[in-house]
């Protein structure tokens, strides 16, 4: 188990469907991550939010749409996605995004299936 | 722009020792971050450099060179367990890590 808990671990949906992927972190950490990862490829960068403001947006689709309602939560909203966006959606946080030494941590993920 | 690269796979026997290397050509640099990732699994920290030389951690080492781009990561007494990917991360600037496409390890007994 890790200390950054996602939910939910599957996710099965239609490209006409709007679903909400969820990301808790309980460490006090001021930095949260999005990530999408294919099979056998690395973590790419999504969105990153400091302080509860959106600080890098990797020019991600607007079919993705991020939101920190507070310090401990990441949301991540999902309308009329297609199947090239099937992955697996890693959130992830830190300390904050600046200084040294301050590892992310991942949660599992969500795998994402579209139909 | 950003680029990192590891060797894609690496084979090891069990009790050995095995060198992975990451090579980075980089906009900016905060440090370079070793990850280890089980098969469908999240990765988890294995260490972190942002001055030249080694790190030690238990079993784990980290190597930095920052005028050679180079670092490398060295496990020692190899066990079953430590068959997983191991991903270089290299932090530019605030908030943004680029990943290697990762060096996917396996031990054999």
Known sequence: DTEVTQTPKHLVMGMTNKKSLKCEQHMGHRAMYWYKQKAKKPPELMFVYSYEKLSINESVPSRFSPECPNSSLLNLHLHALQPEDSALYLCASSLTTGGFNQPQHFGDGTRLSIL | ?109
Request: hydrophobic fraction near 30%; proline fraction near 3%; aromatic fraction near 12%.
């Open chain 2, 1 to 109: 722009g950003q680029n990192i690269d590891q060797p894609t796979e690496m084979t090891a026997t069990e009790g050995a020792i095995v060198q992975i290397n990451c090579t980075y050509q980089t906009s900016g640099f905060n440090g370079l971050f070793w990850y280890q990732q089980h098969a469908g699994e999240a990765p988890t920290f294995l260490s972190y450099n942002v001055l030249d030389g080694l790190e030690e951690k238990g079993r784990f080492s980290s190597f930095l060179s920052r005028s050679k781009g180079y670092s490398y990561l060295l496990l020692k007494e190899l066990q079953m367990k430590d068959s997983a990917s191991y991903l270089c991360a290299v932090k530019a600037n605030a908030g943004k890590s680029t990943f290697g496409d990762g060096t996917t390890l396996t031990v054999k007994p």
